[in-house]
Nanobody
Framework: VQLQASGGGLVLAGDSLRLSCVAS????????MAWFRQAPGKEREFVAA????????SYADSLKGRFTISKDTFKKTGYLQMNSLKPEDTAVYYC???????????????????WGQGTKVTVSS
């Protein structure tokens, strides 16, 4: 599985941004796709995950309500819609894919086998 993330950029606080992650390679139906982020000087943290088959989702508690994860099965593309962005959302955002199917357990980066290259999001105040 190869993952290609895109959509990052420089935005103002309060703006919205949508990240995309295109998957290629083997069939993706048995995977969970997730977004993680890593801010400068901080550890990578879980943002959201979606089970590819069925669409069950899971979110970091602090981001629920502002961020929405979704997918387009035919395009093999996952999305992260980020609204009301804050300067503290500034980070490199990574998409990842793992074979675990219980989405609520897929909040840890060691559960994921495949990673995209990351896309940088900068939120200016």
């Amino acid at each position: 599985v190869q993952l290609q993330a895109s959509g990052g950029g420089l935005v103002l606080a309060g703006d919205s941004l949508r990240l995309s992650c295109v998957a290629s390679g083997r069939t993706f139906s048995d995977y969970t796709m997730a977004w993680f982020r890593q801010a400068p000087g901080k550890e990578r943290e879980f943002v959201a995950a979606i089970r590819w088959s069925g669409g069950t989702t899971s979110y970091a508690d602090s981001l629920k309500g502002r961020f929405t994860i979704s997918k387009d099965t035919f395009k093999k593309t996952g999305y992260l819609q980020m609204n009301s962005l804050k300067p503290e959302d500034t980070a490199v955002y990574y998409c990842a894919a793992g074979s675990g199917l219980i989405v609520s357990t897929m909040r840890y980066d060691d559960r994921y086998h495949y990673w995209g290259q990351g896309t940088k999001v900068t939120v200016s105040s």
